[in-house]
């Protein structure tokens, strides 16, 4: 069995502070004209923040891919499933996904994995490269693209 780690961090957070702040923003307006008290703005403030950041941290903590035999494993806080490496067309790398059910703690400089005939899924190991190394050294017609360019099997 080999283990690999997810991508770990704070700057996956910042787009979901972003976010956060975007949607806390009219919430202060109306906070305002209704003459809410401060300290009620504060503390939706504190919580909203504190409850991303916490939720995040176990995310974290309970994500990992795995290769056992020949399939590769994955497991997050409420995802976990496997995919049969043979059936592995191509592996996108380095390359970012916002919108997808994927068991992944980043949505920047991971890998989009296309299986069967219309499957993909999104994940963010520590280490990339060795991960695609691992998967194309069990299954080698995988096609390996990054952002720009289709990477030939020396290039791995």
């Known amino acids: 069995m080999i283990n690999f780690g997810p991508q770990t961090g704070i700057k996956p957070l910042l787009p979901i502070y972003g976010f956060t702040t975007l949607i806390l923003i009219p919430t202060f307006i109306i906070f305002i004209s209704t003459k809410a008290d401060i300290i009620v703005w504060c503390g939706l403030l504190l919580f909203s923040y504190t409850f991303i950041s916490i939720a995040y941290f176990i995310a974290q903590k309970t994500t990992r891919y795995w290769i056992e035999g020949d399939f590769l494993h994955y497991k997050t806080l409420f995802l976990k499933g496997k995919i049969a490496i043979h059936s592995i067309r ?55 693209f990054t952002k720009d360019r289709h990477l030939s099997k020396k290039d791995i």
């Open 90 to 144: 191509k592996l996108e790398v380095n390359t970012s996904c916002w919108l997808s059910n994927k068991p992944s703690t980043s949505n920047t400089k991971g890998i989009i994995i296309y299986f069967n005939k219309y499957d993909d899924t999104f994940i963010t190991p520590e280490n990339n490269t060795e991960l695609v190394n691992e998967l194309v050294r069990i299954n080698p017609t995988i096609e390996v």
